[in-house]
């Protein structure tokens, strides 16, 4: 059974940090696309940044450009999001998503987690 969980959400006061952990089982993800995704209440949900298994390749969503860092560790299966700077529009679910080709193409990944929930209050 394919599974991402994520892990490290939480309540942070605004320009505080968090570390988000995306951990896989069931399956190798060699070769595909990571990425963090989110959601706020009342919202859809949006592209946070994605990371190519590889980790050579790495995007960010404008909105967290500078500020948040996707990195990830093969031994560990384990994909991260250092979250720096947080600000209170940063609040949503968290979500971590896989893909063979793109988790930001043409359609939606083929792999999601459960979700983490992250707090920032001002």
């Known amino acids: 059974q394919v599974q991402l969980v994520e892990s490290g959400g939480g309540l942070v006061q605004a320009g505080g940090s968090l570390r988000l952990s995306c951990t896989t089982s069931?399956?190798?993800?060699?070769?595909?696309?990571m990425g963090w995704f989110r959601q706020a209440p009342g919202k859809e949900r949006e592209f946070v940044a994605t990371?190519?298994?590889?980790?050579?390749?790495?995007y960010y969503a404008d909105s967290v450009k500078g500020r948040f860092t996707i990195s990830g560790d093969n031994a560990k299966n384990t994909v991260y999001l250092q979250m720096n700077s947080l600000k209170p529009e940063d609040t949503a679910v968290y979500y971590c998503?896989?893909?063979?080709?793109?988790?930001?193409?043409?359609?939606?990944?083929?792999?999601w987690g459960q979700g983490t929930q992250v707090t920032v209050s001002s």
């Open positions: 998503a896989a893909d063979p080709i793109s988790v930001i193409g043409t359609t939606p990944p083929d792999y």
């Open positions: 069931g399956r190798t993800f060699s070769n595909y696309a």
């Open positions: 990371i190519s298994w590889s980790g050579l390749s790495t």
